[in-house]
C-alpha cells in the first residue's frame, strides 16, 4: 500500500542549528516526493520537490532533500535554522492522481 | 506563479445553512483541483478530485450531497457545504494541479476556517 511516514511528531532545535526532518515513503513506482511547509492557520506552501534525476532537490528558504532510493527515504534538512522556521512539516508522495500526505512533524525553534 | 487564492478566509455561520468556498488558480489554468479538510494537529484529509468541466470525485465516507463540487471553469472550483452543521467546523484546503509533461505538482490555497454555530 502507498504511504508516507513521518517518524518525528515534534522536534525542537535551537536557532542557528541543523536540522533533518525525516520521510519515508513506501510506493510501487518511481515516485515524486514533496515537502512542503505550513504555518499556524494557514494553507501549505511548497518547499522543494523530486520527480527525477539529481537526487539532492534544492529547495526554497534555504532547504534541501535528498531522495534515497535504497532507503526510501526523501529526508529534509536546512543547515542553519531560523526562528520564522518553526512550522507545520509535511511530506507527500505523487502518484499521478493525487498527494499521499505523512502526518506531519511540528517544528519547534528556540533562542 | 502557481498561486491559489481561497475565499473567503474565515466563515461563522448558524447551523443549518449553507456554505459555499472559492478556490481560484491566479496565474495558470488548472484542469484538475482537490478539496481537503485538515482537523487541529493533523495531516489533510483528500475529500473530492475537481475535474473541470465533469463530475467530482469523492473519497470514500464523503457525502458528495452534503459537499458540493462545481469546478466550472480552469481557474475556479466552489465547494458548497450544504446545510452545515457543528461537526462541519474545520479547516478546509483547496489545492490546483498544474502539470508540466509527466509531472505535476499540486499549490494550495490559504485554507478557509468553516466555525459552524
Known amino acids: 500500500a502507498q504511504s508516507v511516514t513521518q517518524p518525528d511528531i515534534h522536534i525542537t532545535v535551537s536557532e542557528g542549528a541543523s536540522l533533518e526532518l525525516r520521510c519515508n515513503y513506501s510506493y510501487g513506482a518511481t515516485p515524486y516526493l514533496f515537502w512542503y511547509v505550513q504555518s499556524p492557520g494557514q494553507g501549505l506552501q511548497l518547499l522543494l520537490k523530486?520527480?527525477?534525476?539529481?537526487?539532492l532537490v534544492q529547495g526554497i528558504k534555504g532547504f534541501e532533500a535528498e531522495f534515497k532510493r535504497s532507503q526510501s527515504s526523501f529526508n529534509l534538512r536546512k543547515p542553519s535554522v531560523h526562528w520564522s522556521d518553526a512550522a507545520e512539516y509535511f511530506c507527500a508522495v505523487g502518484t499521478g492522481t493525487a498527494l499521499i500526505f505523512g502526518k506531519g512533524t511540528t517544528l519547534s525553534v528556540s533562542s | 506563479g502557481a498561486v491559489v487564492s481561497q475565499h473567503p478566509s474565515r466563515v461563522i455561520c448558524k447551523s443549518g445553512t449553507s456554505v459555499k468556498i472559492e478556490c481560484r488558480s491566479l496565474?495558470?489554468?488548472?484542469?484538475?483541483m482537490f478539496w481537503y479538510r485538515q482537523f487541529p494537529k493533523q495531516s489533510l484529509m483528500l475529500m473530492a478530485t475537481?475535474?473541470?468541466?465533469?463530475?467530482?470525485?469523492?473519497e470514500q465516507g464523503v457525502e458528495k450531497d452534503k459537499f458540493l463540487i462545481n469546478h466550472a471553469s480552469l481557474t475556479l472550483s466552489t465547494l458548497t457545504v450544504t446545510s452545515a452543521h457543528p461537526e462541519d467546523s474545520s479547516f478546509y484546503i483547496c489545492?490546483?494541479?498544474?502539470?508540466?509533461?509527466?509531472?505535476?505538482?499540486?499549490?494550495f490555497g490559504p485554507g478557509t476556517r468553516l466555525t459552524v454555530l
Open positions: 496565474d495558470f489554468q488548472a484542469t484538475t
Open positions: 489545492s490546483a494541479r498544474s502539470r508540466v509533461g509527466r509531472a505535476d505538482t499540486q499549490y
Open positions: 475537481s475535474n473541470e468541466g465533469s463530475k467530482a470525485t469523492y
Open positions: 523530486y520527480f527525477s534525476g539529481d537526487t
